[in-house]
């Protein structure tokens, strides 16, 4: 459970750092479409973070053919973080509460829709050098989200266990007690006399019987 938790935390916090400061690595060309009449996808990838913004497409999808040439410098964007897999994720799109109602902004929006959107990293604070023109993406995009939790909760797992082992075999060479370290110098018992654990194996590994 605690592994879990520390997966789950440890996926968001390399998502928001990828978010936040990795730099691009990647563009995808914009398509011939996209070039004479600003229609198409731009992709930019950076370490853990990937950006998809859609030009025009909103025009096709909701209000037909015609309508791009009205394409008033809409953007949707995708935002996805996360490393190794994309795991949380932010959608940026024009909202109307009405079906040609003006499109709403800032915090006249739906809880849901924040939320969907994420928080922009223009407006965080300026010591914290984020890139520009991001999302701090806060919902789990599935099953990237659940992949990588597992991914660190193992990670988490492995690395706790061979801590806790150097740590007996440490405190075993010394010739204390693995569970709690009390001090076994001396002492002829195959029990810990603090915590009452077995400490067979540190008096057969001084010799004693
Ligand atoms: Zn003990």
Known sequence: MCAIVCGASLTYAIAWASALWSPYTRRVRPTVLEKYIGIGQEHHHAFGFHVRTTRGSRGFSEMGYWHFKEWSGHYDSTFTAGWPTQAVTSDVRAYHAEPLGPALQGLDLPVGILLTRGYPTDRLPAFLHAQPRR???LIPAW???LV???FYAILT???WLTASNARRWLRTRRDCCPSCGYSLAGLRSNSCPECGS????VNASVGRD
């Open 157 to 159: 797992l492995a690395l």
């Open 135 to 137: 999302r701090l993406p």
């Open 148 to 150: 990588s939790t597992v």
């Open 143 to 145: 099953p990237g989200f």
């Open 198 to 201: 077995d400490t067979y194996s």
